[in-house]
């Protein structure tokens, strides 16, 4: 029997690592990494997607607005980018994620695209836990229309779904999609080591 041995370019491992470091609250690394790929390869939304998520968990509202729109020029969708944009300088950040959220829902009406984790974590930074919640459950109940969305499967973890993590549905939603429940924000000691 033969090995088969895959190839991965600097750039796909980098990316491969950028999401980990992202998903346990390492911001700055995730950007370090992910900044010069996105110059590099400007085609890929993921890594503008990546970047708008990192920003937005630093606070740095601004960038990620910027990010997100060149995520969204980048899927084909210069309008809803414009959008954003004219959201965003008219009346700020959380105009701007209700915008990125409406833009979404109606993506997801006319089966254009399916991103119901990504549509939780914009409600989340609205504090609307009510929509997060909804949404996750959506993600879950219909995964099969999910596999492009890379949020679903790390919601345990993710720093971005912290403040549900103190909300009793999140251990329903956790059993649901059957995960332990236990200690639902708890990073194994030995991954946070390797981390850092």
């Not at 950007?31 to 390869?41: D, F, G, K, Q």
């Not at 492009?148 to 779904?161: C, E, G, N, T, Y």
């Amino acid at each position: 029997m033969r090995a088969i041995t895959t190839r991965l370019s600097s750039h796909e491992i980098k990316d491969h690592i950028s999401w980990p470091l992202l998903r346990h609250g390492q911001c700055d690394r995730a950007i370090e990494l992910v900044r010069p790929l996105a110059e590099a390869h400007p085609g890929w939304g993921g890594y503008y997607l990546l970047l708008s998520i990192a920003y937005a968990q630093k606070g740095m509202q601004t960038a990620s607005v910027q990010e997100l729109e060149k995520f969204v020029r980048s899927c084909g969708l210069p309008e809803t980018a414009t959008r954003i944009d004219r959201a965003f300088a008219n009346s700020g950040w959380k105009s701007a994620l209700l915008q990125w959220a409406k833009e979404l829902e109606r993506l997801m009406t006319t089966k254009q695209a399916y991103y119901p984790d990504i549509l939780a974590q914009v409600y989340v930074q609205l504090g609307d836990k009510d929509q997060a919640f909804y949404w996750l459950e959506q993600g879950n109940e219909h995964r099969h229309l999910a596999i492009a969305d890379p949020v679903l499967q790390f919601v345990k973890i993710d720093p971005s779904f912290a403040p549900l993590h103190s909300d009793p549905r999140f251990k329903v939603l956790l059993r649901h999609m059957g995960l332990p429940t236990a200690s639902a924000s708890h990073t194994p000691r030995r991954l946070r080591t390797k981390l850092r």
